[in-house]
T-cell receptor
Framework: ELKVEQNPLFLSMQEGKNYTIYCNYSTTSDRLYWYRQDPGKSLESLFV?????AVKQEGRLMASLDTKARLSTLHITAAVHDLSATYFCAGTMEYGNKLVFGAGTILRVKS | KAGVTQTPRYLIKTRGQQVTLSCSPI?????VSWYQQTPGQGLQFLFEYFSETQRNKGNFPGRFSGRQFSNSRSEMNVSTLELGDSALYLC???????????FGQGTRLTVV
């Protein structure tokens, strides 16, 4: 059974600083997803990582996948207040779209 | 392009009642998945439907059921509601090729 662990669970950052959120998963996952959730809102898709060594970037966020280490990272560059949200990673292991989510990382960017 | 639409957005029900939630996927998407989000348990997979057939199922009691119609719209039903069923229920749709999953705005269910 796939288990997904994120750390840290809470991250308080100063604007302009860099940081990384880590996502470890227990067994082979076909795909690795990153989502953002604002309070009271739904999940916004950020990245889908499909293969070992995959790296995707959008603005100040960059995600990578190391399937051998069963690790994905979400790197935040020069954080701004608008990035404050909860970030989830999720993996899949079965045929279809059964996503197994991590607990989420609450990110607060302070000015 | 319209996104995933869930109705209703908010519901208040009494213990013991039943409830039906609806999800209309993005046009052309044939896979619909349902998730429950609570502060204590996080995001948990309920079930997935593809071409009117349940393709995957999570670890929820039989009180939780779903179905998918020929137009890919999906409903989930919860019978004999319990206080612990209070949650945000999210629906996600995706193309048949099992790629990116897009989520709706959710239905917030409160059981009193």
């Amino acid at each position: 059974e796939l288990k997904v662990e994120q750390n840290p669970l809470f991250l308080s950052m100063q604007e302009g600083k860099n940081y990384t959120i880590y996502c470890n998963y227990s067994t082979t996952s076909d795909r690795l997803y990153w989502y953002r959730q604002d309070p009271g809102k739904s999940l916004e898709s950020l990245f889908v990582l499909l293969s070992n060594g995959a790296v995707k970037q959008e603005g100040r966020l960059m995600a990578s996948l190391d399937t051998k280490a069963r690790l994905s990272t979400l790197h935040i560059t020069a954080a701004v207040h608008d990035l404050s949200a909860t970030y989830f990673c999720a993996g899949t292991m079965e045929y279809g779209n059964k996503l197994v989510f991590g607990a989420g990382t609450i990110l607060r960017v302070k000015s | 392009k319209a996104g995933v639409t869930q109705t209703p957005r908010y519901l208040i029900k009494t213990r013991g009642q039943q409830v039906t939630l609806s999800c209309s996927p993005i046009s052309g998407h044939r896979s619909v998945s349902w998730y429950q989000q609570t502060p204590g348990q996080g995001l948990q997979f309920l079930f997935e439907y593809f071409s009117e057939t349940q393709r995957n199922k999570g670890n929820f009691p039989g009180r939780f059921s779903g179905r998918q119609f020929s137009n890919s719209r999906s409903e989930m039903n919860v019978s004999t509601l319990e206080l612990g069923d209070s949650a945000l229920y999210l629906c996600a749709s995706s193309l048949p090729a099992d790629t990116e999953a897009f989520f709706g705005q959710g239905t917030r269910l409160t059981v009193v």
